[in-house]
Protein backbone atom coordinates (compact mmCIF):
# COMPACT_ATOMS: atom_id res chain seq x y z
CA UNK A 1 0.00 0.00 0.00
CA UNK A 2 1.20 3.49 -0.72
CA UNK A 3 1.42 5.62 2.15
CA UNK A 4 2.96 7.08 4.82
CA UNK A 5 3.06 6.15 8.26
CA UNK A 6 3.85 8.01 11.48
CA UNK A 7 5.22 7.15 14.69
CA UNK A 8 6.30 8.20 17.92
CA UNK A 9 3.48 9.83 19.47
CA UNK A 10 2.45 9.45 22.75
CA UNK A 11 1.94 11.53 26.48
CA UNK A 12 4.89 13.81 27.51
CA UNK A 13 4.81 16.45 30.36
CA UNK A 14 4.77 20.35 30.02
CA UNK A 15 8.27 20.97 28.82
CA UNK A 16 9.57 17.83 27.36
CA UNK A 17 10.28 16.64 24.06
CA UNK A 18 9.05 13.89 21.68
CA UNK A 19 10.05 12.91 18.18
CA UNK A 20 7.59 11.99 15.67
CA UNK A 21 8.55 9.84 12.58
CA UNK A 22 6.84 9.33 9.23
CA UNK A 23 8.32 6.49 6.91
CA UNK A 24 6.76 6.08 3.85
CA UNK A 25 5.65 2.90 2.11
CA UNK A 26 5.17 1.69 -1.42
CA UNK A 27 7.31 4.62 -2.89
CA UNK A 28 10.21 6.56 -2.13
CA UNK A 29 10.73 9.89 -0.37
CA UNK A 30 14.15 11.21 -2.24
CA UNK A 31 11.99 13.18 -4.30
CA UNK A 32 9.41 14.55 -2.46
CA UNK A 33 8.88 17.55 0.13
CA UNK A 34 7.21 16.30 3.33
CA UNK A 35 5.45 18.38 5.48
CA UNK A 36 4.03 17.77 9.31
CA UNK A 37 0.52 18.60 9.56
CA UNK A 38 -1.32 18.61 13.58
CA UNK A 39 -5.39 18.80 14.26
CA UNK A 40 -7.65 19.15 17.05
CA UNK A 41 -11.30 17.97 17.05
CA UNK A 42 -13.42 20.49 15.44
CA UNK A 43 -10.30 22.32 14.14
CA UNK A 44 -8.86 22.78 10.89
CA UNK A 45 -5.56 21.32 9.63
CA UNK A 46 -2.51 22.81 10.88
CA UNK A 47 0.76 22.70 8.95
CA UNK A 48 3.83 23.05 11.18
CA UNK A 49 6.64 22.44 9.26
CA UNK A 50 8.02 21.13 5.61
CA UNK A 51 11.45 19.71 4.57
CA UNK A 52 12.19 19.38 0.99
CA UNK A 53 14.29 16.87 -1.02
CA UNK A 54 17.69 19.05 -0.33
CA UNK A 55 17.09 18.72 3.85
CA UNK A 56 15.36 23.09 3.60
CA UNK A 57 13.28 23.40 6.01
CA UNK A 58 10.68 25.86 6.00
CA UNK A 59 7.78 26.78 8.72
CA UNK A 60 4.00 27.08 8.09
CA UNK A 61 3.35 28.49 11.55
CA UNK A 62 5.66 30.94 13.36
CA UNK A 63 4.14 29.68 17.01
CA UNK A 64 6.82 26.48 16.29
CA UNK A 65 9.95 28.31 14.96
CA UNK A 66 12.89 27.49 17.20
CA UNK A 67 10.50 24.46 19.03
CA UNK A 68 10.36 22.30 16.30
CA UNK A 69 12.40 21.09 13.49
CA UNK A 70 12.42 18.29 11.00
CA UNK A 71 14.63 16.13 9.41
CA UNK A 72 14.85 13.43 6.85
CA UNK A 73 16.95 9.89 6.44
CA UNK A 74 16.53 9.05 2.63
CA UNK A 75 18.45 5.76 3.60
CA UNK A 76 15.07 4.56 6.14
CA UNK A 77 12.95 6.86 3.81
CA UNK A 78 12.00 8.68 6.93
CA UNK A 79 11.23 12.14 7.74
CA UNK A 80 11.70 13.33 11.62
CA UNK A 81 9.80 15.65 13.27
CA UNK A 82 11.30 16.72 16.80
CA UNK A 83 9.19 19.09 19.43
CA UNK A 84 10.72 20.74 22.02
CA UNK A 85 9.53 22.84 25.02
CA UNK A 86 6.19 21.26 24.24
CA UNK A 87 2.92 22.31 26.12
CA UNK A 88 -0.19 21.34 26.39
CA UNK A 89 -1.39 23.35 22.95
CA UNK A 90 0.75 21.30 21.20
CA UNK A 91 -2.03 18.48 21.82
CA UNK A 92 -3.21 16.94 18.69
CA UNK A 93 -3.60 14.11 16.13
CA UNK A 94 0.29 15.06 14.24
CA UNK A 95 0.13 13.54 10.54
CA UNK A 96 2.43 13.99 7.36
CA UNK A 97 2.16 14.32 3.79
CA UNK A 98 3.79 13.99 0.59
CA UNK A 99 4.68 17.16 -1.53
CA UNK A 100 6.18 18.13 -4.76
CA UNK A 101 7.88 21.85 -3.10
CA UNK A 102 7.24 23.09 0.21
CA UNK A 103 5.55 25.96 -1.46
CA UNK A 104 2.19 24.02 -2.43
CA UNK A 105 -0.98 24.49 -0.78
CA UNK A 106 -2.23 21.61 1.64
CA UNK A 107 -4.83 20.51 -1.17
CA UNK A 108 -1.77 19.22 -2.95
CA UNK A 109 -0.32 16.95 -0.68
CA UNK A 110 -0.46 13.22 -0.93
CA UNK A 111 -0.12 9.87 0.69
CA UNK A 112 -1.67 10.71 4.26
CA UNK A 113 -1.31 8.19 7.07
CA UNK A 114 -3.30 7.51 10.11
CA UNK A 115 -1.78 10.13 12.04
CA UNK A 116 -0.07 9.81 15.63
CA UNK A 117 -1.35 11.48 18.31
CA UNK A 118 1.09 13.53 20.79
CA UNK A 119 -0.62 14.40 24.45
CA UNK A 120 1.32 17.02 26.43
CA UNK A 121 -0.48 16.76 30.12
CA UNK A 122 -0.21 19.96 32.30
Known amino acids: QVQLVESGGGVVQTGGSLKLSCTAS????????VGWFRQTPGAEREGIIC????????YLTESVEGLFTASRDNFRNTVYLEMNSLNPGDTALYSC???????????????WGQGTQVTVSA
Open 97 to 111: GAVGYCSDPVERYGY
Open 26 to 33: GFTLDYYA
Open 51 to 58: INESDEIR
